[in-house]
């Protein structure tokens, strides 16, 4: 059936515009324009391709009371996230194709959205020994990560590089020197001295990106840094695009929208990883968000249970769920004057997408009829015990947030409706 959406505010990231009209779809594709079986009218709100969301952790196998994949879609449904990408360190890891199989037909059979998955880079995450990349590969495995166990044994590394190279692969790092940063829950300065709590200096990620870029460098591949969230680490990066590496990076919804001054008297919803940093950087990281240095916006949605956030501080585990919360928050961004819509939806959608070789992210026709329709205007107060999250470790519990979703599509199937 053809659909065509009337009197709606396009934004085509892919363009770069932002035009008043009509968009058909049919057959689960964006068309020319022309006749159609039935019409949406948008109200004049936004219609804009799917968020395509980078390192969601859906907690299966292992975790399922956490998050299971019909839960994590209907919450990417509900937040205009039309695809995820999924990161492998669950309980087992995603190490082997087996395991990869196992998830992606759990996702095919419950989950309302396209989920693409990531696979480990080493066995276990250990940092030990290789995995078995090129069978994860043929497997469907979209990049390979081993997330926040950054392997520090320099020449398994470089054959691991090496290897996914070889494949045209691309490796995802979480850029922070395990040493400095191990058992810290915030980061240096007057904020964590006064609460008395472990920190790591701003410039554990700088060093751990230097290393990164260094090994990339060496071996010649496609790297995505994670999450950048500090000022100091950007010159590495800038430069490391100068000279023709293949390299981009992303961050994350909390690290743009809240800081270290966030976590108050010890709110462990707040607690996440990297830990939430200065005013300065959080500015600094629009910044670079604005201007393209960083590329991509994401959730890191980490879901964590109520048992493993109510501990004291540095006890608690880290994370936040972010899948219905990123589109409201990142608005804020362009409420306050930072980006244009334009811009937000590269970062959220265009940009991920042509990283990982993904489908979506425009408005052209031919490209996948993953939409979804907002109002970038309307105010409400979140309440997390509403979240469709099996978990519900948000920071913006009570929130006053501007943006809600109307309506999102998946193959040019509606998968939302409030």
């Given at each position: 059936m053809s659909i065509l959406f009337e009197n709606a505010r396009l934004i085509?990231?892919?363009?770069?515009?932002?035009?008043?009209?009509?968009?058909?779809?049919?057959?689960?594709?964006?068309?020319?324009?022309?006749?159609?079986?039935?019409?949406?009218?948008?109200?004049?709100?936004?219609?804009?391709?799917?968020?395509?969301?980078?390192?969601?952790?859906?907690?299966?196998?292992?975790?399922?009371?956490?998050?299971?994949?019909?839960?994590?879609?209907?919450?990417?449904?509900?937040?205009?996230?039309?695809?995820?990408?999924?990161r492998p360190d669950t309980l087992p890891a995603i190490?082997?194709?087996?395991?990869?199989?196992?998830?992606?037909?759990?996702?095919?059979?419950?989950?309302?959205?396209?989920?693409?998955?990531?696979?480990?880079?080493?066995?276990?995450?250990?940092?030990?020994?290789?995995?078995?990349?090129?069978?994860?590969?043929?497997?469907?495995?979209?990049?390979?990560?081993?997330?926040?166990?950054?392997?520090?044994?320099?020449?398994?590394?470089?054959?691991?590089?090496?290897?996914?190279?070889?494949?045209?692969?691309?490796?995802?790092?979480?850029?922070?020197?395990?040493?400095?940063?191990?058992?810290?829950?915030?980061?240096?300065?007057?904020?964590?001295?006064?609460?008395?709590?472990?920190?790591?200096?701003?410039?554990?990620?700088?060093?751990?990106?230097?290393?990164?870029?260094?090994?990339?460098?060496?071996?010649?591949?496609?790297?995505?840094?994670?999450?950048?969230?500090?000022?100091?680490?950007?010159?590495?990066?800038?430069?490391?695009?100068?000279?023709?590496?293949d390299v981009t990076a992303g961050t994350s919804i909390h690290h743009v929208t809240l800081n270290e001054t966030d976590v108050a008297d010890y709110r462990t919803f707040f607690k996440v990883k990297p830990p939430l940093r200065s005013e300065q950087d959080r500015l600094e990281i629009i910044a670079a968000l604005a201007d393209g240095r960083i590329d991509t916006l994401s959730s890191m949605h980490t879901p964590q249970d109520e048992e493993s956030k109510r501990l004291p501080f540095e006890e608690a585990a880290s994370g936040a769920v972010g899948l219905e919360t990123l589109l409201p928050a990142a608005l804020s961004l362009v409420h306050a004057g930072h980006l244009d819509l334009p811009t937000l939806f590269r970062a959220l959608s265009w940009n991920p997408a042509q990283r990982f070789n993904l489908p979506g992210g425009s408005l052209a026709p031919g490209a996948p009829a993953d939409l979804v329709l907002f109002d970038p205007d309307i105010e409400f107060t979140l309440d997390r015990t509403k979240l469709l999250s099996k978990s519900k470790n948000t920071p913006f519990d009570g929130a006053e947030m501007r943006g809600r979703v109307m309506g999102t599509w998946v193959a040019g199937k509606r998968v939302f409706q409030p």
């Open positions: 085509d990231p892919a363009t770069g515009t932002q035009t008043t009209g009509s968009l058909r779809m049919a057959d689960g594709k964006i068309t020319e324009p022309g006749p159609a079986d039935t019409s949406v009218d948008c109200q004049g709100f936004c219609l804009a391709p799917g968020i395509v969301d980078l390192g969601v952790k859906v907690c299966e196998p292992g975790e399922r009371h956490k998050e299971s994949y019909k839960s994590a879609g209907m919450a990417a449904a509900a937040g205009g996230v039309t695809t995820m990408v999924t190490d082997s194709p087996e395991t990869l199989t196992f998830a992606m037909r759990r996702a095919a059979d419950v989950c309302p959205v396209n989920v693409r998955a990531m696979a480990t880079l080493t066995k276990g995450r250990l940092g030990r020994e290789m995995a078995e990349i090129g069978f994860l590969q043929d497997a469907g495995a979209v990049a390979f990560t081993d997330c926040d166990a950054v392997v520090t044994d320099n020449k398994v590394l470089g054959r691991a590089l090496s290897y996914v190279k070889h494949l045209d692969g691309l490796v995802v790092g979480h850029p922070q020197d395990p040493g400095l940063s191990a058992g810290a829950a915030a980061t240096s300065g007057k904020f964590a001295t006064e609460h008395g709590l472990a920190a790591v200096n701003a410039m554990a990620e700088r060093m751990g990106l230097d290393r990164d870029l260094a090994m990339v460098e060496m071996a010649g591949v496609a790297y995505h840094a994670d999450q950048i969230t500090t000022a100091r680490a950007l010159p590495a990066l800038e430069q490391a695009k100068a000279r023709g590496l």
